[in-house]
């Protein structure tokens, strides 16, 4: 077996099928251990496969003292996390609310909204208390018809761990406008923007045509809709679609995901 530590958690290598394999793995100068190492203070049993004559292949079989993914948690609404009892960490997503497509006058066009952005981490549960407030941004509301900018969806958090800002809504108007922004994660391990709302166009004289509004990380914009069509909503985060002379699409509700390991 091969021991030493990764980021500072110790580790141990044990070569299954030992028959398989070629060449007796060593520590020596030179080699490089290439695959995902999951290692949390504890032990991991690998499968080692030499791949030339200083790299091996490293996948993980089975674990001793690690976590696995045992429940799941998601808030489509705000509430409240509680810690179970044997936690040892959890894995956040978080997602803020996308904004509303812009809602033009018929004869005008608009952008769609942004979609909301994402925030992903990971907290030991030594740093969690007994309960966490959670917030769930919500997408912002469609506007009516009137060269109205769309509204900005709400940001999602958990507590002060980590959040992501809500897309923010598409213009309108006269000529070529712009989509809204994505929104932004921040406190995370990574951390996302949504994408940015389409921007509404003109042809042959006629602004009109609202732009489908941004997808979050994981939600589809809106489609756009022209000639006093209502325009589709976002999904998940994503962004509302714009349109001209009739209400735009709303963004969609963020969400916060939890992942508990045990």
Same mark, same amino acid.
């Given at each position: 077996? @091969? ?7 110790? /580790?141990? %290598?044990?070569?299954?099928? @030992?028959?398989? %394999? ?23 049993? %690998? ?13 993980? @079989? ?9 429940? *799941?948690?998601?808030?489509?609404? $705000?509430?409240?996390?509680? #810690? ?15 904004? $509303? ?17 994402? +925030? /992903?981490?990971?907290? $030991? ?9 959670? !917030?769930? =941004? ?9 060269? !109205? ?7 999602? +958090?958990?507590? +002060? /761990?980590?959040?992501? &800002? ?10 070529? #406008? ?20 389409? +921007? =509404?166009?003109?042809?042959?004289? *006629? ?15 809106? #489609?756009?809709?022209?000639?006093? &069509? ?18 735009? =699409?709303?963004?969609?509700?963020? /969400? ?5 390991? %045990?």
């Amino acid at each position: 077996a @091969l021991s030493g530590s990764v980021d500072g958690s110790n /580790f141990t %290598f044990a070569i299954v099928n @030992l028959a398989a %394999f070629d060449v007796t793995v060593a520590t020596a100068a030179g080699v490089t251990l290439v695959g995902n190492m999951a290692v949390n203070n504890g032990t991991a049993t %690998f499968r080692v496969r030499r791949l030339s004559a200083s790299t091996i292949s490293v996948t993980r @079989l089975a674990h001793s003292g690690l976590s696995g993914v045992v429940d *799941f948690q998601s808030f489509t609404s $705000s509430g409240t996390y509680t #810690k179970p009892s044997n936690l040892k960490y959890i894995k956040v997503t978080v997602v803020g609310g996308g904004g $509303s497509g812009g809602g033009a006058q018929s004869s005008n066009t608009a952008g769609g909204g942004g979609g909301g952005g994402a +925030s /992903f981490k990971y907290i $030991s549960a030594s740093e969690l208390t007994a309960t966490t407030t959670v !917030t769930v =941004g919500a997408g912002g509301a469609g506007v009516a018809a009137g060269d !109205t900018t769309g509204l900005t969806g709400g940001t999602s +958090s958990f507590a +002060s /761990f980590c959040s992501a &800002t809500g897309g923010i809504g598409g213009t309108a108007g006269s000529r070529a #406008k712009a989509g809204g922004d994505g929104g932004l994660g921040s406190g995370g391990d990574f951390n996302y923007y949504g994408n940015a709302g389409g +921007s =509404g166009g003109e042809e042959d004289g *006629f602004a009109n045509t609202g732009a489908g509004g941004g997808a979050a990380l994981s939600g589809g914009g809106g #489609k756009g809709a022209e000639n006093s &069509t209502s325009a589709g909503a976002g999904n998940l985060g994503g962004g509302g679609g714009g349109t001209g002379g009739a209400v735009s =699409g709303a963004g969609g509700s963020g /969400f916060v995901n939890v992942e508990e390991f %045990f």
